[in-house]
């Protein structure tokens, strides 16, 4: 199958930082990637939709100007979340649209937590 | 009220015996169901992706639609202690895998 790379694992920040979250699409070009939330005993929700050389598409009550995705070619996608805070400690994760059917490739998430 | 509703679980089940799973859903325009299986510390990987109301089959793995219930289950026959992991059913109202929600997982524990 094919392989979704996300980076970092997992990280620790401060209160009011910015964090950038790498997801890669390692052997497959990737028009469209998925970025979701999840929360501690809580479904994966869907954040935004990223299409390769255009502005993402945020789901109702997502900030775009706090989660910023940049999809700039067709294996990588980022989202930076910018002046983070505890209350955006979460795991996130991203998946890649491959092939005719669409079907969705996920990275292995990365859990921040903002102290 | 969530539009996709799964117990977390865990469920534990003894090496060999059928383990059911299940979701239930509110919202009758979903129209493409799926299952998930997640390993810790893993992404998701797609299990059965199904369309109509009904059974599919695939090895031990049976996915059950009901959508005048709007309830779908997943069956693992001979379960096995490599199919502990997290099962997420999923669902969307589009072709493809556009928009899925996500039921919260439940986790599955074989033992040996």
Redesign the interface.
Known sequence: GAVVSQHPSWVICKSGTSVKIECRSLDFQATTMFWYRQFPKQSLMLMATSNEGSKATYEQGVEKDKFLINHASLTLSTLTVTSAHPEDSSFYICSASFGNTGELFFGEGSRLTVL | Q?E?E?D?GPLSVPEGAIVSLNCTYSNSAFQYFMWYRQYS??????LM?TYSSGNKEDGRFTAQVDKSSKYISLFIRDSQPSDSATY?CAMTMNT??????????TRLLVSP
């Open positions: 969530k996709v799964q977390p510390r893993k992404g998701p990987e797609l992706y997420l493809g895998f556009q928009k899925l929600v996500f039921g919260t997982g």
